[in-house]
């Protein structure tokens, strides 16, 4: 639901018992709107105070305030006339939602972090980093605590944790999940090793790619990549039904962004789609720690995402096992993503472009640089995703959309460089002045089996035109040659 929705929902609710503090801030809500008066005096563009008064002004009156004569003085457009009032209201929906958090000291951490925030964008005049930092708004995705579900699958706290899973995934199509198997240390390890990896010259890294296999195994260098949205028509569609200002980035050709697959998981005896499961590749310069670290973070990443599998699979009512045993001998792919920031670390940089994952579920640690952006359901809303240390980031991909007949939806997302992301470069250039300047995105996709046959399980009502019975690898192969790694 979005901001203004909640707030919707409390302004028309005459039954519901609000907090002292939230009643008080609609008791001045209200008079500020009666009140509706202008600053004549006020000369200043900035956004010093965020209040009511650019929006108010430019409402009630037919002639420009001093306000407005000044941007047009300062060459600002018209989009920025119609950015800034969003702006301030944004500004005002985010304080009173927090108003009512149950937490008072995660309300006060927020508070505090939303008005820095505001702050350091007061003077930015450039329109599309304001409408990607503004409209993204920053967000905690529900929390699955995998620890309950590990202790006691029965208890009721575990049966109301595959709820909240299930229903994360329905609503947003990705979850935060706190696996007490793994720890940041361990993200940490493997990030090293994959930061020193793309770190070395870009002929050292070519002789790790298997274009024959479509770069299913060993590296896939950058501009290979191309997000498939320009030739799916259903993927212009869902950007054309989002509004200007929650729109992706836009992007022209490959991304520029480098991958390295490694397989994860026993092969399948038999299968009618042995390309999807070539032999692994081992960088020469990272023979002996390569294997090792690639697999004991794979290993993790699959425990914890087949967790979240099996509880979403109870808390959508089926069989615990349902899904995760579709999964068995699927192509898994640890499969982490390395952006340059040296080279493409301009706020407004689209380092992997609007897309979806083909696959079944992904799952991530945290990456040391902020930038993926969620249009939760595909939705008119975007979502610039905070990961708190120690979780990790689960989305739907594609086939979980299929077997669940749209139920679940895989989610668009994006990755770009923002505001943020260069605040974070400039704070490791202190903090780790020696390290690479590269953005690692730690993904393992977890894949149903090639093999098994896609269609909307019970108790699903799905589209059959849309959601047609189909091979797993057979949609691999339809969605890779989408993407252009796959020539067949
Ligand atoms: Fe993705």
Redesign the pocket.
């Known amino acids: 639901m979005s901001l203004s929705k909640k707030l919707g929902s409390i302004f028309t609710s005459e039954t519901r018992n609000l907090s002292p503090k939230v009643e008080k801030w609609l008791v001045k809500k209200s008079a500020g709107e009666k009140a509706k008066t202008v600053d004549k005096s006020q000369t200043s563009t900035e956004i010093t105070q965020p209040s009511t008064e650019i929006t108010n002004a430019s409402q009630s009156s037919k002639y420009p305030t001093l306000r407005e004569r000044k941007m047009l003085k300062d060459g600002l457009t018209l989009q920025h006339f119609i950015l800034k009032p969003q702006v301030l209201q944004l500004y005002k929906e985010i304080l009173a939602t927090i108003e009512w958090m149950d937490d008072p000291q995660a309300a006060k951490e927020l508070r505090i972090w939303v008005r820095q925030e505001f702050e350091r964008y007061r003077h930015e005049k450039d329109i599309q980093i304001m409408t990607n930092t503004t409209t993204s708004t920053p967000f905690i995705l529900p929390i699955i605590n995998l620890g309950l579900y590990l202790d006691d699958k029965n208890s009721t706290k575990a049966i109301e944790e595959c709820k909240k899973t299930a229903n994360a995934l329905r609503d947003y199509g990705a979850l935060l999940v706190k696996d007490p198997r793994v720890t940041e240390e361990d993200n940490a390890r493997f990030l090293d090793l994959v930061e020193d990896y793309f770190a070395q010259p870009f002929d050292i890294k070519l002789q790790d790619a298997r274009p024959e296999f479509g770069y299913q195994v060993g590296v896939t260098p950058e501009f290979t990549e191309e997000p498939k949205c320009k030739r799916d028509p259903h993927c212009q569609d869902v950007i054309a039904k989002i509004p200007v200002s929650n729109k992706p980035l836009e992007f022209v050709g490959p991304d520029p962004k480098w991958r390295f697959f490694w397989r994860i998981g026993g092969q399948p005896k038999q299968t009618k789609f042995p390309r999807l499961n070539a032999d692994p590749v081992i960088p020469a310069a990272f023979k002996d720690e390569w294997p090792k670290t690639m697999d004991t973070w794979g290993a993790q990443m699959h425990q914890a995402v087949l967790g979240i599998t099996e509880m979403a699979s109870a808390g959508f009512g089926m069989d615990a096992n349902t899904l995760p045993d579709m999964t068995k001998f699927g192509p898994h792919l640890l499969a982490p ?1 390395a952006s340059d920031l040296e080279k493409f670390g301009k706020v407004g940089t689209v380092l ?1 472009g609007f ?3 083909l696959n079944f579920l ?1 799952i991530h640690g945290k990456s040391r640089f902020p930038g993926l952006n969620i249009w939760p359901r595909n939705g008119a809303e975007k979502i610039a995703v905070r990961v708190p240390d120690g979780h990790l980031l689960v ?1 739907a ?1 594609k086939q979980f959309e299929w077997l669940t007949g749209g139920e679940v939806m895989a989610g668009y ?1 994006e ?1 770009v460089v923002t505001e943020d992301t260069l605040k974070t470069i400039e704070k490791v250039k202190i903090t780790r002045p020696d390290r690479p300047l590269w953005r690692i995105s730690s ?1 393992f996709f977890l894949h149903i089996a090639s093999d098994e046959l896609l269609r909307p399980l019970k108790p699903f009502k799905g589209d059959p035109i849309r959601y047609p019975p189909t091979l797993a690898g057979d949609q691999v192969k339809y969605e890779l040659g989408l993407i252009e790694l796959m020539k067949s």
């Open positions: 993503t992997a897309h979806y994952d992904t989305q991909g997302h990755v993904t």
